[in-house]
């Protein structure tokens, strides 16, 4: 059973670009989460989504937005980037929102010169 | 402040000595996770454990949840360098639409 997926592996960006980053659940996962974890520090949640539709946020501005496409695949999008976004992203999946071990992929390193 | 907080931050140990880590955590909870992290990599799931177990065991690690303390914790036995990692507690927090909310995590270094 192939696990979660990210995709890039990294990512270089400027200030004010815009990032998209991708994450392909556990085949029969609905639920996807992302996290933001800054270099040395714990995980940040940033969405959940379940069944296609955005389900929770955290404390984050809307400039990080997400979708998550019929086949639970889900897009993290952060427009007008700035440099305190530099942080390894990660994706998790997992059956049911509640009482099921989240599945986590590798991340994405994103770097904002 | 952090729903769940992880004591001590860094644990320095030798092969084959016991590991415990402790995560404390403020509100009511359904359950609680411990997960590891390799350097760079995502957080591999190791134990969930249930608000109403006292204690689980999975191969060499064994948790500990006690609800009137709102505390747990990870022991590993007889440490092995390949431990070395972070370690993070997650509980599940209402105020978070029932998403889980990790610690800052134990960074574990276990030394041949």
């Known amino acids: 059973e192939a696990g979660v997926t990210q995709s890039p592996t990294h990512l270089i960006k400027t200030r004010g670009q815009q990032a998209t980053l991708r994450c392909s659940p556990i085949s029969g996962h609905t639920s996807v989460y992302w996290y933001q974890q800054a270099l040395g520090l714990g995980l940040q949640f940033l969405l959940w989504y379940d069944e296609g539709e955005e389900r929770n946020r955290g404390n984050f501005p809307p400039r990080f937005s997400g979708r998550q496409f019929p086949n639970y695949s889900s897009e993290l999008n952060v427009n007008a980037l700035e440099l305190e976004d530099s942080a390894l992203y990660l994706c998790?999946?997992?059956?049911?929102?509640?009482?099921?071990?989240?599945?986590f992929g590798d991340g994405t390193r994103l770097s904002i010169l | 402040s952090q729903q769940g907080e992880e004591d001590p931050q860094a644990l320095s140990i030798q092969e084959g000595e016991n590991a415990t880590m402790n995560c404390s955590y403020k509100t009511s909870i359904n359950n609680l996770q411990w997960y590891r992290q390799n350097s760079g990599r995502g957080l591999v799931h190791l134990i969930l454990?249930?608000?109403?177990?006292r204690e689980k065991h999975s191969g060499r690690l064994r948790v500990t949840l006690d609800t009137s303390k709102k505390s747990s914790s990870l022991l590993i036995t007889a440490s092995r360098a390949a431990d070395t990692a972070s370690y993070f507690c997650a509980t599940d927090d209402d105020n978070y639409g029932q998403n889980f909310v990790f610690g800052p995590g134990t960074r574990l270094s276990v030394l041949p």
């Open positions: 998790a999946s997992s059956f049911e929102v509640h009482a099921q071990p989240q599945h």
């Open positions: 454990i249930r608000s109403n177990e």
